[in-house]
Every structure is written in structure tokens, then in C-alpha cells.
């Protein structure tokens, strides 16, 4: 190194490297090691098996009938006793009328834990480790003589946390949640009460029936056995019904076909992550029926790579039927709706026809049919559906919704819920007196219900043009 100097390097023991080790090895906070720690010096002679509460919930399962947790009380030490939120969890709609319930959400527990004839001591505690808020981790210790029966328990329990019992898995908020409300409504959806052009009707039936029942002959003709559909059209013309028809349908199957119902990709960790949980979970439950309801609003610019590459990638997707619904299928990537191999096949949706909207005025004559002052001929749904051009079956709904609910109110029915569904509707129309006569041949005018539908027909398509 010829012209210039070596560096000396001052002092010999380097106090800016000892200064950044320093400021580097803070104490770590982890709720973990100082309870295992704990649990070791307290109970030498037991293994700890550590195993986390998210996948694993060991006191629900309890709560199932399972096992059972009997909880340690400390009488020596009560300052230890253990610590729970407890929340009131109001039931999932008011209509119910139900009186919800208090759940406890455990911080620190303990028990004497059975499982399969075998006993366990128990300590159950949250970790709100670091400054982090999300995601809270709570553990279970599991304490025991041998291994083997713990791990058969956590393998129980979580399979049973896995189960659903009349629930759906719906992907909201970043991961996989359970929905009892989504099934309840899935209940009440049926074929019978989709209106549409019976040739399309049959064939969009067909399509996935057909699709879960050739997994043979898709092997046979070595191609992989997956498809996909969109439905799309203007808002509310049966797209959403048709898909909770289709989920109902498909668990009444003989091997019943479970649905994962997508609502939005937004999560934590970002919608590449969301995608990566919900392809994941798809092929584990294949076969399986994956909605995407609002393609276009899911699969955005942004995230369309790592869709497409989640669709058609390395990895078999074998046994997965996806159905996107949007209204605008112009806004959808061109990747992805106009390629077959990703989404095969597209339904339109559009507005009813005329013998629809007939179809449709003959659905509400059958379900106002128990209603003996309200008079309904045959000849009043005609002249509703010619009154109705180019009305959705939504706009439809509301004229005859809106409709009964004027005639009610004008005969002093108090208080009627506007959103709560059929029951009420039955309420408001057993309100009705006979306000309308049965006669053998009214003129259509005569009829109290035409009169109120020409005029809802008339606010609602004034609200239409706007
Ligand atoms: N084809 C149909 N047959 C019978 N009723 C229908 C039909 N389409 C819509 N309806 C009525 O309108 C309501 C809304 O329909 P749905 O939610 O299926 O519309 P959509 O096509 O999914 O609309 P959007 O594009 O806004 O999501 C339904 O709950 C139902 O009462
Ligand atoms: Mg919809």
C-alpha cells in the first residue's frame, strides 16, 4: 500500500461494537420461556408440552364433551387464582329474540385436565408479547408423564376445532372464521326460489353437480379437475341466491360438499397473504365449492399476479370449483375472465323478462296464499309484470314489499320491522283485514294491491332513472 497509511485502529477494545451489542440485547419479553421455565423447576418430573390455543383450543373442546377441565383453585396463594375477561356476547341478531350469552376468555388458568383415561395438568396463558397487538398468542402447558396421550389430545382437539358444526368457513379480516349465520341463511335457500330461464337454470345446476360427480372421468381424459364460474349482471337478479341455493344443494349431497365463502382479501398482513390462507385451506378441504363473491373488488390490479399465480401455479388445485359473482365484468382483468382453464364458463344475470317478472308475481301470489282478505288473481300478475320493464327481481321485491307494508300501515299495523324477512311478512299480512273483498271477477282496480304496487312502481322507477 504504497502512499498511504494504515488506519490505527483505537483502542483495542472496540467500545463502539460493545456499545451497539449493549443497546442491541435488551431483555426479550417472552411470556413462554418464563412460564415453561417456572413449570420445569415446579414440576421435575413432568414434561411440558407446549401447544397454542389458536389452532388448539383444549378448554373448548372440554366445553364440547370431550375431555374435561376441572379448574385448580389456589387456596394458598388466592392473589394467583385465575384471570378471565368475561363478555357478554349478544346473540347474532336481534330478531332471535335469544338472551345471548356470557363467555369467559381465559388470561391465566389452571386444571387437572382428562382426556382418553389419561390425566394432564393444564395451565392456559395469554402472551400479549412485545409491543404488537395483533395477533395475541395464548398457549397451552400441558403437563404430563408421557408425551404420547398429549400429543393424541392436541391431535383431537385440533381436528375437532377443524370440524364445522353447522357453520360455514368464511374468509374475512385475514383469516378463516366460522359462520353460524351464513349457514342459518344457507337453510332457507332453495332452487324452488330462484327464478330464472329454466334452460339456464338447468344448466348452471348442471355445471357443478356435474363438476363434483366426473372427478373419474376427468382423471380418464388426464386433465387436472378443476373449473370455474363466473356469474355476473346487473345488481340484483339472483347471482348471491343462486350461490346459496348451489352451497345448500351441495351439503345435501351424499358425501356432503363443504363451501369456503370469500367476503374480502383485506388482512393484516396484506391481500397476498389472504391468498396464500385461502388457496391453502381450499386444496386441504378440496373437494370444495370456493366463492368469491365481488370478483372484481377481491381480485384487484394489485393482486392479480399472485391470484393468477395461486390459480394456475405449480400446485394441484384437484376437487376446487370456483364461482366469482360481479357486476361488472368489464372491470375484471382480461386474464382472468377471458381465460379458460381459470374461469371456464360466465352466466349473465340480466334484468326479468316478461314471463319472468310474471313467474316472479306468481312466487309472492303463492306466499301471500294463506292470506284470505288479500285478493290476488291470476290476471294481477300479468298486468305487475307489464308494469315492470326493465325492473330487477330486487326492484321487483321491494314494489311488492313496500307495497304490503302501505297497506298494513294504512290499516294501523304498528311497528313492523321493514327488514325482517318472511316471518314479519306473514305478520303484515295477517294484519290486513279485509280490506280487500274476495269477489268472484274484480276489475283490477277494484284490487287494493294493484293500486299500491302502480304506485310503489311508480316512485321506484322515478328512483331507477335518476
Ligand atoms: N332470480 C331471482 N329469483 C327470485 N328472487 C330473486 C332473483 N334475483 C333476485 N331476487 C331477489 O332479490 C334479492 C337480491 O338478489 P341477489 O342478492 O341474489 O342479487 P345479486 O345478483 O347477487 O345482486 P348484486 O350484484 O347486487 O350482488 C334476493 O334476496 C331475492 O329476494
Ligand atoms: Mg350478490
Known amino acids: 500500500m504504497t502512499g498511504s497509511q494504515s488506519i490505527a485502529i483505537r483502542p483495542a477494545h472496540d467500545e463502539t461494537g460493545r456499545e451497539y451489542f449493549h443497546h442491541s440485547s435488551g431483555q426479550r419479553i417472552s411470556t413462554d420461556t418464563v412460564i415453561v421455565e417456572a413449570l420445569r423447576k415446579q414440576y421435575p418430573e413432568l414434561n411440558v408440552v407446549v401447544s397454542p390455543q389458536g389452532s388448539c383450543n383444549l378448554l ?131 332452487w324452488e326460489d330462484v327464478i330464472l330461464e329454466e334452460g339456464m337454470k ?33 345488481p340484483g337478479n339472483g347471482k348471491t341466491i343462486s350461490i346459496k341455493a348451489m352451497m345448500h344443494a351441495l351439503y345435501k349431497r351424499k358425501e356432503a360438499v363443504p363451501t369456503l365463502y370469500v367476503r374480502t382479501l383485506s388482512s393484516f398482513a396484506g391481500p397476498e397473504y389472504s391468498l396464500g390462507q385461502i388457496f391453502s385451506k381450499a386444496r386441504r378441504e378440496a373437494p370444495c365449492y370456493l366463492v368469491f363473491e365481488d370478483l372484481d373488488s377481491i381480485v384487484s390490479d394489485s393482486v392479480r399476479s399472485y391470484f393468477l399465480n395461486e390459480v394456475d401455479g405449480l400446485r394441484s388445485n384437484d376437487g376446487i370449483l370456483m364461482v366469482g359473482s360481479t357486476n361488472h365484468l ?15 364458463r360466465k352466466y349473465y344475470f340480466p334484468d326479468p323478462s316478461l314471463e319472468e317478472r310474471i313467474a316472479y308475481c306468481h312466487y309472492w301470489q303463492g306466499k301471500l296464499s294463506d292470506n284470505d282478505d288479500l285478493d290476488f288473481p291470476d290476471k294481477l ?8 320493464d326493465k325492473f330487477s327481481f330486487a326492484y321487483m321485491q321491494e314494489a311488492f314489499v313496500a307495497a304490503l307494508l302501505a297497506i298494513a300501515v294504512s290499516q294501523g299495523a304498528p311497528n313492523i320491522d321493514m327488514y325482517a324477512g318472511p316471518e314479519a311478512m306473514s305478520v303484515v299480512t295477517s294484519r290486513m283485514s279485509s280490506y280487500t273483498l274476495v269477489r268472484d271477477d274484480p276489475g283490477l282496480d277494484d284490487l287494493v294491491l294493484w293500486k299500491e304496487i302502480k304506485k310503489q312502481v311508480k316512485i321506484l322507477r322515478e328512483e331507477m332513472d335518476q
Open 330 to 344: 368489464d372491470r375484471l382483468d382480461p386474464g382472468i375472465s377471458k381465460r379458460p382453464s381459470r374461469f371456464d
Open 60 to 190: 373448548a373442546f372440554a366445553d364440547a364433551g370431550h375431555a374435561s377441565a376441572i379448574p385448580i383453585e389456589d387456596t394458598a396463594d388466592p392473589v394467583y387464582a385465575p384471570i378471565k375477561w368475561r363478555q357478554y356476547i349478544p346473540p347474532a341478531r336481534r330478531l332471535d329474540h335469544g338472551a345471548g350469552v356470557l363467555a369467559d376468555f381465559v388470561l391465566f388458568g389452571k386444571y387437572v385436565y382428562k382426556y382418553n383415561g389419561h390425566e394432564f395438568l393444564l395451565y392456559v396463558a395469554n402472551g400479549r408479547d412485545g409491543s404488537s397487538a395483533y395477533p395475541q398468542i395464548t398457549n397451552n402447558y400441558i403437563l404430563t408423564k408421557e408425551e404420547r396421550p398429549a400429543d393424541e389430545l392436541i391431535i383431537a382437539a385440533t381436528k375437532y376445532g377443524q370440524e364445522l358444526h353447522n357453520e360455514v368457513w368464511v374468509f374475512d379480516g385475514g383469516y378463516w372464521q366460522k359462520s353460524g349465520e351464513l349457514w342459518q341463511s344457507v337453510q332457507h335457500s332453495k
Open 202 to 234: 338447468k344448466a348452471i345446476i348442471d355445471d357443478v353437480e356435474n363438476f363434483f360427480d366426473s372427478r373419474e372421468t376427468y382423471k380418464r381424459l388426464k386433465v387436472p379437475w378443476k373449473r370455474g364460474i363466473i356469474y355476473y349482471g346487473p
Open 381 to 388: 300478475c300479468t298486468a305487475i309484470a307489464k308494469i315492470t
